[in-house]
């Protein structure tokens, strides 16, 4: 049975960092792309970023990009964000995603994190 979970999420200040972490049980991940999606209160589940099975190719989007990093552990089975410069806009339940295909579309996620909460005050 494969297993994402999620670690790292907490309350912070704008301006401080976090880095979440994925961890992936039930299988090896290598050569699979992966992702992270955030969900705010009231709206609909958003790409954040997404790193190609090599790690050669990270995809960002643009509300993050600069101040977002992710990358991969293949031996550890773990993917993480690095999150820098922290805005109260920032905050949202996010999510870690396995991908069959495209790392950036929720559609292509063939399993889900259960999430964990990040809290950006001003």
């Known amino acids: 049975q494969v297993q994402l979970v999620e670690s790292g999420g907490g309350l912070v200040q704008a301006g401080d960092s976090l880095r979440l972490s994925c961890t992936v049980s039930g299988r090896s991940f290598d050569y699979l792309p992966m992702g992270w999606f955030r969900q705010a209160p009231g709206k609909e589940r958003e790409f954040v970023a997404g790193i190609k099975g090599s790690g050669d190719s990270t995809y960002y989007s643009d509300s993050v990009r600069g101040r977002f990093t992710i990358s991969r552990d293949s031996a550890k089975n773990t993917v993480y964000l690095q999150m820098n410069s922290l805005e109260p806009e920032d905050t949202a339940v996010y999510y870690c995603?396995?991908?069959?295909?495209?790392?950036?579309?929720?559609?292509?996620?063939?399993?889900w994190g259960q999430g964990t909460q990040v809290t950006v005050s001003s």
């Open positions: 995603s396995l991908s069959k295909r495209d790392p950036t579309l929720p559609a292509d996620t063939a399993y």
